[in-house]
């Protein structure tokens, strides 16, 4: 009896120190298999932005939560329950037979064993467990530094930077995941994006080879086709970029956003080819260049005790039908403010998506208490307004509560 109690305490010992890694191994594959479900359905469009980004940070949130660790009492139960079996064996091989039966070992001083392992109520709670996303990035760097072959960290951390708009981080990570995972349009085209908007939205070489392996695994990826449309454009070639417009609206899902854009970037080349003057890009209704909005952005008195100095502020321009994604994206600070905002095609979130596409826009400013882009109860925010493409006055005042 006493062996078979000593091999019970030396399984607990085990399951105690390699228990907690096994859990959270599962659970990390468990998460990460959510995270790909969840992009799907995006791609798909069964979830729009707004929902994306908040189940996304949440589910981040759980990924990067400190992983279960043995807690010392219960290793120092396992090693008392050890040393207590191990005195009895001693004990009984020690002793006459006779005497055995008459002198039971003692098992109580070990006290009784807790099976919630890990999770005793000396230990601190965790709370805020997603914190600021900035923080969120920086815990999953550290752990793709130590880890530097896993494809699916660098896949989470590359959409991470780009939620936080650090773009360059963001193609280096998307570079690491595409080395490691099998040809994926999506990724590619992902990591073009990344890569044309770190380079203040300029074509090269390099970006161009990234949008033409995409469409080597995938010759309808709409985001794709979008991308290399826009690199023609941008290099005048549009009867190149008709091609690519052609292919997107095709590929794009009737009456979709991406079949609408398609239409316009189509439209708009065709118009330059013929060479009549466009009537969307760059010009407002009276004929003005129209390169962007701008105005100011002033928290309201009666809010100033409510925000931190280095709370999140988020200037967002969308479409006039409120369509996602965003047109064009600003962070700024509440130290910032009131500060003066600019917004154009170099703030556009997607190349192939900006505001000069458009004769008016839709402005919301936020301060986002978490840093999330997805807005969230607490966050202050401003009154949308519907401006005219050009405009240069604009005024956006944070006022109230969410």
Request: no cysteine.
């Amino acid at each position: 009896m006493a062996i078979v109690l000593l091999v019970i305490a030396i399984l607990l010992l085990i399951w105690l120190i390699f228990g907690g890694r096994l859990l959270s191994n599962r659970r990390d594959n468990a998460i990460s298999a959510q995270l790909r479900a969840l992009l799907q359905a995006r791609d798909e469009g069964s979830v729009n932005e707004e929902e994306f980004l908040r189940r996304q940070s949440a589910l981040h949130a759980a990924l990067l939560a400190p992983k279960p660790t043995p807690n010392r009492k219960y290793l120092g139960l396992g090693a008392i329950l050890m040393l207590v079996v191990a005195a009895g064996i001693y004990k009984w091989q020690n002793k006459p037979p006779e005497k055995f039966e008459s002198q039971p070992i003692e098992l109580n001083s070990a006290g009784p064993l807790d099976t919630h392992f890990g999770t005793a109520s000396s230990e601190p709670k965790q709370t805020n467990i997603g914190g600021d996303l900035h923080v969120m990035v920086k815990r999953l760097a550290d752990k793709m530094a130590k880890n530097p072959g896993d494809s699916e960290g660098w896949l989470l951390l590359a959409r991470t930077y780009t939620e936080i708009n650090q773009m360059k981080e963001a193609s280096s990570a998307y570079a690491k995941a595409a080395a490691l995972l099998p040809p994926n349009a999506s990724l590619f085209a992902d990591w073009a994006n990344a890569y044309v908007m770190a380079n203040n939205g300029k074509w090269d070489a390099e970006a161009k080879l990234i949008v033409k392996r995409a469409l080597e695994a995938d010759a309808k990826n709409v985001k794709a086709l979008s991308l290399a449309g826009t690199e023609a454009f941008s290099r005048a070639d549009y009867k190149t970029a008709i091609t690519y417009w052609k292919r997107m609206l095709a590929a794009s899902e009737a009456g979709s956003m991406d079949a609408k854009l398609a239409e316009e970037n189509l439209h708009e080349s065709e118009a330059l080819l013929s060479g009549k003057k466009s009537t969307t890009a760059g010009v407002s209704p009276t004929g003005q260049s129209a390169a962007g909005v701008e105005g100011t952005v002033t928290l309201d008195a009666k809010l100033k005790a409510q925000a931190a100095p280095t709370d999140t502020v988020f200037i967002v321009a969308r479409a006039p039908d409120g369509s996602n994604p965003p047109l064009a994206v600003k962070r700024l600070t509440v130290s910032d403010l009131p500060a003066h905002f600019e917004l154009d095609d170099s703030s556009a979130m997607i190349p192939s998506r900006t505001l000069t596409k458009y004769s008016e826009v839709i402005l919301i400013a936020r301060i986002s208490k978490s840093g999330q882009a997805a807005p969230a109860p607490g966050d202050i925010e401003a009154k949308p307004v519907t401006v005219k493409l050009g405009s240069r006055s604009v005024k956006l005042n944070l006022s109230s509560v969410r």
